[in-house]
């Protein structure tokens, strides 16, 4: 089954709101989770590092103040895109590693469309 | 400045023949190199990794060959079944920077009967 998981699946936004996307852990804790984005039919790009308890790490060139992150516990990490616009449509995933191994799950990805 | 590349946007395999995904890096400051499978609008599916000290790591039909000095690395299905058809990525971890990870661009696998 699942260990990491994301919800909504999918979801359709109007231009100028925001919307929010939450990525658990399940059955561990995740000190640190990592959200990415992909465009269809290309790679996935980190876009920033999650951590529980203080502030995220942006990766160069994403907008801190566009893609809101809050780790507030060590199950949950939220993104919120705000003020989105139809070039934020795409693909959102995270992934957060488990155990001394560090073995790094994804969630099942949601896939944001703004009208 | 793509630091890990698959230079293969697709590979087309006949079922019960071995399939070869490959994967050129540029940086040497990765510790971990991992393969996933991905279907479209689904998340990542971890395969399997081997560290940067090792040059093979086996699992089923699932083999991964490390080339440090040319910086590539491969991933071996053998034999190869149809519904191994999917992109598959390969990742690198950098040295101390925990789960982040950084993606080729992937390569789109499809097993013919």
């Known amino acids: 089954g699942a260990v990491v998981s994301q919800h909504p699946s999918r979801v359709i936004c109007k231009s100028g709101t925001s919307v929010k996307i939450e990525c658990r852990s399940l059955?561990?804790?995740?000190?640190?989770m990592f959200w990415y984005r992909q465009f269809p039919k290309q790679s996935l790009m980190l876009m920033a590092t999650?951590?529980?308890?203080?502030?995220?790490?942006?990766e160069q060139g994403v907008e801190k103040d566009k893609f809101l992150i809050n780790h507030a516990s060590l199950t949950l990490s939220t993104l919120t895109v705000t003020s989105a616009h139809p070039e934020d449509s795409s693909f959102y995933i995270c992934?957060?590693?488990?155990?001394?191994?560090?073995?790094?799950?994804f969630g099942e990805g949601s896939w944001l469309t703004v009208v | 400045d793509q630091q890990v590349k698959q230079n293969s946007p697709s590979l087309s395999v006949q079922e019960g023949r071995i399939s070869i995904l490959n994967c050129d890096y540029t940086n040497s400051m990765f510790d971990y190199f991992l393969w996933y499978k991905k279907y479209p609008a689904e998340g990542p599916t971890f395969l399997i990794s081997i560290s940067s000290i090792k040059d093979k790591n086996e699992d089923g039909r699932f083999t991964v060959f490390l080339n440090k000095s040319a910086k590539h690395l491969s991933l071996h299905i053998v034999p190869s079944q149809p519904g191994d058809s999917a992109v598959y990525f390969c990742a690198a971890r950098p040295y101390n920077q925990g789960g982040k990870l950084i993606f080729g661009q992937g390569t789109e696998l499809s097993v013919k009967p």
């Open positions: 999650s951590n529980e308890g203080s502030k995220a790490t942006y």
């Open positions: 059955d561990f804790q995740a000190t640190t």
């Open positions: 992934s957060a590693g488990q155990g001394a191994g560090n073995t790094i799950y």
